[in-house]
């Protein structure tokens, strides 16, 4: 465990890491169906709290695993047990969601002991990968040290806050503490060493694989909010419109998204590796955000949900802004600014805005919805018009 080549040929996705990530399937379905019953439910709090604290939880995890496997991936066989550890951890975490939110909506302290557990498991993993790591490779020793370091200062954090018993308020203000010490560890720990040699195209293929796992969600969104549909009125011109809008929407997500050349960027930037990796964090709960609001819609046509229209249409428009703006300035980060960013980014905001008003005037849910996913297909017809000659242009001058 030296190390990999940095620009190796042919770096792929191998096996085990398609398999790692099947498990975060299950920890954001879980995580999806909690928060859109807490929303339909009016328990904003707990929404909103369980979500992030569950969701971040699994993305954090999963992207430490990542970038060590770029650098050090030796596929062998303590490699892959230690892997398995961090799945275990994993599914702790989805078995340990439930108490979350079902704590906040009941207005008691957060209950994550469970959902801590889980946690503390899978990063126990990476402290034994990062130090074996550390005891062969020479080189790069020095980084995977501080990255042990700061990996178990954390999970000490987490275990006091745990054993803490805090109020709500302060249990929620521990652990942005602790987001913000495991944040901390990897930048100095690539800055004030060699860093590590993790692989531009690889890293970026793996977030590619993450990202279609979290649309995943909107799928599972989708065919919920049509059987919603069809259940409660049958196949309709509405059901045929909701369903081809909803699927080409989260088609269209992941279209901009694959857009954006980030291998190639970071292959020559890799200094711009913190902003793309770290945004991506909203990027995720973002994209899972959407599978949270179809699933709110759906509870909401089976009359299952005390909330209201605007809301209802407000849990879909609100993440899916997120996510295609944050599309846009993923691509101005990595290539900068330019029209066809700009337009696309109007579109956004006026299609959204759209379904809102339109929702405000009494048009109905289905009706609202479908106006908001025309906003990632907005931004698809401004890239494919003029926005890849824009941005061959930008990539034939990087350095």
Known sequence: MTGRHPHQDGRVATGLELFYDLVFVVGFSVATTLAGHQFAEAHYAAAFIGFFLCTFSAIWAWINFAWFASAFDTDDWVFRLVTLIQM?????????????????????????????????????????????????????????????????????????????????????????????????????????????????????????????????????????????????????????????????????????????????????????????????????????????????????????AVVGDEVVVAAVVAPLAVYCLGVVVLAAHLLGANAATMIQSVAVVGVLAAAMILCAAGMSVIIAIAVATLAPVAMVVVDETIGADRRARALSTLR
């Open 88 to 304: 275990v951890g994993v599914a702790i975490i989805a078995v340990g969601m439930p108490a979350v939110f079902d704590s906040v909506a009941h207005g008691g302290d957060i209950d994550n002991r469970v959902l801590v557990l889980g946690y503390i498991v899978m990063r126990v993993g990476m402290v034994i990968q990062w130090l074996r790591a550390a005891a062969q490779s020479e080189r790069h020793r020095r980084a995977c040290l501080i990255y042990a370091a700061a990996t178990v200062i954390a999970q000490l954090w987490w275990v006091l806050v745990l054993l803490s018993e805090l109020s709500l308020p302060w249990t929620v203000a521990g652990m942005l503490i602790g987001v913000l010490i495991e944040m901390t560890g990897p930048v100095i720990a690539e800055n004030r060493t060699d860093g590590t040699p993790w692989h531009a195209h690889h890293i970026a293929e793996r977030y590619m694989l993450l990202t279609i796992v979290t649309l995943g969600e909107g799928v599972v969104g989708v065919v919920t909010l049509l059987g919603a549909q069809v259940a409660q009125f049958g196949w309709t011109l509405d059901t045929a419109v909701l369903g081809f809008t909803t699927m080409t929407a989260t088609f269209a997500m992941w279209w901009i998204y694959s857009a954006v050349p980030s291998g190639t960027v970071l292959h020559v930037r890799r200094d711009k590796a913190f902003p793309w990796g770290y945004g991506h964090i909203v990027l995720l709960m973002s994209a899972v955000g959407v599978g949270v609001g179809l699933h709110l819609s759906a509870l909401y046509l089976e009359h299952h």
